[in-house]
């Protein structure tokens, strides 16, 4: 077990993750590609935060059911941070009550925290195949509608994680949720034309 992090963060570990924040903001207005722009300031914020990887899901509601797709998703795998693969999007894309239990879940809480441990038995098949002993995530609005969900994972359990300290994220997650609105609406402009 991880012995250099409390429940409590320090005000230095508080100050790291806040200027971490800052960097990763400003990686997403350095790069014009958006996966570049995504990938580097989800490896700052992911570092920063004791986390292993993070997955973007977009989800759409129709009148008849709300979809969602993997937007973005990175994991650090022996030192090395790599687009998920092919099989973990299969996975997460083809099991619908892992997609079902998400949307549940951020109905209630606009962010969480959840620990294998702690969890439902119904969870167990998510925890082992994405390897995820600990997340927490946000829900994400963009132009003021439900855009998607943003997790960051670990492979170990996290339990200096607090909602306090996750507070400090919520200036990264509003930015995210402005680049996701700029690329949105750049899309839009260069389909109209």
């Not at 250099?4 to 993750?17: F, G, M, T, V, W």
């Not at 580097?40 to 009148?63: E, K």
């Not at 925290?113 to 994405?130: D, G, Q, V």
């Not at 609105?181 to 389909?191: D, L, M, V």
């Amino acid at each position: 077990m991880d012995t250099n992090h409390k429940a409590i963060p320090s005000k230095n570990e508080e100050y790291e993750l806040l200027r971490t924040v800052n960097e990763a903001l400003s990686q997403l207005l350095q790069h014009e590609d958006e996966a570049k722009a995504l990938d580097a300031a989800f490896q700052l914020v992911c570092t920063a935060a004791g986390c292993d990887g993070v997955y973007l899901f977009r989800q759409t509601n129709s009148a008849t059911q709300l979809s969602t797709q993997v937007h973005f998703a990175l994991r650090k795998r022996e030192d090395k941070w790599n687009a998920l693969s092919q099989k973990e999007i299969d996975f997460l894309m083809n099991n619908g009550s892992i997609q079902t239990e998400l949307v549940n879940l951020f109905q209630e809480e606009e962010s969480l925290i959840l620990h294998r441990k702690y969890s439902a038995e119904k969870w167990n098949i998510f925890w082992t195949e994405m390897e995820i002993e600990s997340f927490f995530g946000f829900e994400l609005v963009v132009n003021k509608k439900h855009w998607g969900i943003v997790l960051f994972v670990s492979r170990i359990y996290q339990e200096h994680w607090t909602k306090t300290s996750f507070k400090l994220l919520l200036p990264f997650i509003n930015g995210l949720a402005g680049f996701l609105a700029y690329k949105q609406t750049e899309q839009q402009q260069i389909q109209q034309n």
